[in-house]
């Protein structure tokens, strides 16, 4: 666990003199080997070792453990003492480790702890020698003990070895999950994004039981339950939170199967499962199935599900830390915009005002284009600022948000915006519709910036879990050289985030302009639903 | 006599400008400049200014706060409310407020000027460039699109017409029909037809005297 290196001065100190101490009394055991001397050695040895691991393992305890040491120590050497008198030596260390904790009443103890053990077992028919004899032997040692305590106590402290010494393991272990979260961070589109995760569970689930239709319903940040994936047409349509079996599921923490409405002779079950991390429900799995599984199933289901609920709550909550830090991130930078560099420029607008209105004749039309480009500036700062404020909240839909800010964007830009959106009231999981947004803005920012279009055609459909958003325009293309593939590279990767396919391409068959496409929805569409029933429970 | 005018902004360089765009015109005369929201209180107090510039955005809080207050206090004062913001809810808040003005800081000082002048000779309009679009981005809705077919649909839903009843009178199959139905229930969160008229209602995609079920 302890290097020699990762040692703090003092705890070298006290380690050495164990040690060495122990060394000695066993070296001058060797030189008159007796039964007596060898076990007084190991005794010493054993004393020497076990105080040496305990006062690292509890180093903030080392003091008591020298006070302990003392006692031993103490009842060694006054036991082997007729024998083996050499083991003596060993008195030195427990002032000393007392003395390097720099308090003075542990040392005094500790001396005085051994020598009232080394002395009191001479009492007569305990031990062959005097009392004087004990003195003789005991005295100068003890004396010599005090001594070393004192050099043990002067030696320098560095302070910041000391404070950090006690809590060593807890860097360790913080580093550790630190460099976890690192990782995770790095391989985030692989493996931790909670809508891929969803899907594999409806997979899973769709190997155990034969289902029809399946959906996983998630905790969102509002409180509601949200579908994050499903499993047949129209599935989230079907299967909703609103369903009565949901709520019994998610209060009582346990399965719940009543059959539902009959399609022709068929009859079917449905299930809602509650998606348990210990004793916290996280979400709840529903599906409609063709018979009532029994106990038997419904455990094997759990059990297969169990490692997905792990990895699918971790999901989550690291989406979220990350949405919130990337959110305060953005405030931050649109705050510092907003009150730097922005300002900035604008008061450089004013001051090119006095000078056009100073100017004479010749240079003033420079300056009035020096002028518009300044306000050319600034007004893209006001939209970058505007960029970064934008954003969702359980208040403000996708839908919401994203027409208030095509319908600004586009006045400002000179486009004309058509806007088309079609968004049911169940929404998609904050962060994705926060991705969603994202490319949307980017789309929007490439198309105004690079484009040189008149129109922009935005569309947005949502039925969560799925979703499509269409951003064009009619400028000109990709096949023209434009400086925003790192936009479309930020795209891509918000995409992958949130299991979308992402499409940048030349428009088809309308003449010119760039199209982006979004879409979000199950890589395995199973069209093994009848919608003739989606159908039915309506009328 | 020369309006007085009174500048709140926490940028040195940006008071300069505007001052210095005040002063080259005639009718203008700067009786002070502060840098918050404190200092600027003082002086509107002591100096009584005809017209305030301030900025929606200072080091001690928000401008409209103070944009309120003083059109609480003196009424007919002249506010000209002066932004980095591009969003239109910067641009109400700023006449729910009780501004007479409202300019981004993109605009030329001249503009700045010219708003000033207004606010002098009538505090209680509100002007902005960008005033009409704004308006109209805010009168078109947001809630719920219906297709055409689909406002139809509701139309008769809203009469009271059973399936079979609005495919026989739109010449569409009873699936059809079930299928418009079924999307206008989620377009508008509604589990059933009351709750969908209802939230139609609310949405204003029909009027509240339709006859309903």
């Known amino acids: ?539 | 006599m020369a309006t007085s005018v009174l500048l709140i902004d926490d940028h040195d360089l940006i008071r300069q400008g505007l001052r210095r765009a005040f002063e080259r015109s005639e009718d203008f005369t700067v009786v002070g400049d502060a840098a918050t929201l404190g200092q600027g209180e003082q002086q509107v107090a002591s100096l009584k200014p005809q017209v305030v510039v301030i900025d929606l955005r200072l080091p001690d809080g928000s401008g409209l706060d103070l944009v309120r207050k003083m059109r609480q206090h003196v009424p007919g004062l002249g506010i000209v409310v002066l932004t980095m913001y591009a969003g239109d809810e910067q641009l109400f808040a700023a006449l729910d407020a009780g501004a007479s003005a409202f300019v981004p800081k993109d605009a030329p000082a001249e503009d700045v000027v010219a708003a000033a002048r207004h606010a002098a000779v009538s505090p209680r309009s509100f002007t902005a460039p960008e005033l009409a679009e704004a308006m109209q981005r805010r009168l078109k809705p947001t809630g719920p699109q219906l297709s055409p077919r689909e406002r139809e649909v509701l139309d008769l839903l809203a009469e009271g017409l059973g399936v079979a009843a609005i495919a026989r009178k739109l010449y569409i199959s009873e699936s059809t029909a079930k299928t418009h139905i079924s999307k206008i229930y989620d377009k508008l969160g509604a589990a059933n037809r009351a709750q969908a008229i209802m939230n139609a209602i609310r949405a204003g995609l029909i009027a509240s005297s339709a006859p309903s079920v």
Request: charged share 20%; net charge neutral.
């Open chain 1, 1 to 539: 666990m302890h290097s020699l290196s990762t040692l703090s001065r003092d705890q070298a100190a006290m380690v050495g003199a164990r040690l060495l101490a122990a060394a000695t009394v066993s070296l001058l055991a060797v030189l008159v080997p007796s039964l007596a001397s060898v076990v007084a050695a190991v005794a010493v040895g054993a004393l020497a070792i076990t105080a040496t691991a305990v006062s690292l393992r509890w180093y903030r305890r080392r003091v008591e453990v020298a006070l302990v040491e003392s006692l031993v120590a103490g009842l060694i050497i006054g036991t082997a003492a007729d024998r083996f008198p050499d083991a003596v030596a060993y008195c030195l260390v427990p002032p000393f480790v007392a003395a390097l904790a720099a308090r003075w009443a542990p040392v005094g103890a500790t001396i005085l702890v051994q020598f009232v053990f080394i002395n009191l077992l001479t009492l007569p028919g305990w031990s062959a020698s005097t009392f004087q004899d004990r003195l003789e032997l005991s005295l100068p040692w003890l004396i010599i003990g005090a001594g070393v305590a004192l050099l043990g106590h002067f030696l320098p402290h560095p302070p910041a070895a000391v404070a950090l010494a006690g809590d060593d393991t807890g860097y360790v272990s913080a580093r550790r999950l630190l460099a976890q979260l690192r990782t995770v961070a790095r391989r985030l589109s692989a493996g931790l994004d909670p809508v891929g995760i969803a899907q594999q569970m409806l997979a899973e689930t769709d190997g155990r039981v034969d289902v029809s239709l399946a959906v996983v319903l998630a905790r969102s940040e509002g409180g509601s339950l949200q579908p994050l994936a499903e499993q047949g047409e129209g599935a989230a349509r079907e299967l909703t939170a609103d369903d009565p079996i949901v709520m019994d599921a998610w209060t009582n923490e346990s399965a719940v199967q009543r059959p539902s409405g009959s399609a022709g002779s068929t009859r079917y079950i449905r299930l809602a499962l509650p998606l348990q991390v210990g004793v916290r429900v996280i979400g709840v799995l529903v599906l409609e199935t063709g018979h009532t599984l029994t106990g038997a199933e419904l455990g094997g289901l759990r059990q297969a599900l169990s490692e997905h609920c792990v990895r699918l709550d971790t999901a989550m909550l690291f989406d979220e830390v990350r949405s919130l830090a990337t959110a305060e991130e953005r405030r931050r930078l649109a705050r510092e915009i907003h009150d730097g560099i922005a300002q900035e420029i604008a008061s450089l607008g004013y001051l090119v005002d006095t000078m056009v209105a100073e100017a004479p004749g010749g240079q003033r039309e420079q300056l009035e284009q020096l002028r518009h480009e300044l306000s050319r500036l600034t007004n893209e700062l006001r939209l970058s600022i505007f960029d970064l404020r934008t954003e969702v909240s359980p208040t403000a839909s996708l839908g919401a948000v994203l027409s208030d800010h095509v319908r600004l964007i586009g006045s400002r830009s000179g486009m004309t915006v058509h806007l088309s959106l079609a968004e049911g009231v169940k929404r998609l999981p904050v962060q994705t519709e926060t991705e969603v947004l994202r490319i949307a803005q980017e789309a929007i920012t490439n198309a105004r910036k690079h484009s040189g279009a008149r129109n922009l055609h935005v569309s947005l459909a949502v039925e969560a879990p799925h979703a499509r958003l269409v951003v064009a325009d009619d400028g000109r293309g990709l096949s023209v050289a434009r400086d925003d593939s790192f936009g479309i590279r930020t795209m891509r990767e918000r995409a992958d985030r949130v299991g979308g396919t992402l499409r940048v391409r030349d428009r088809v068959g309308v003449g010119n302009g760039t199209e982006v496409i979004l879409i979000l929805a199950d890589r395995r569409q199973q069209a093994r639903v009848n919608t003739q029933r989606t159908v039915d429970h309506i009328a």
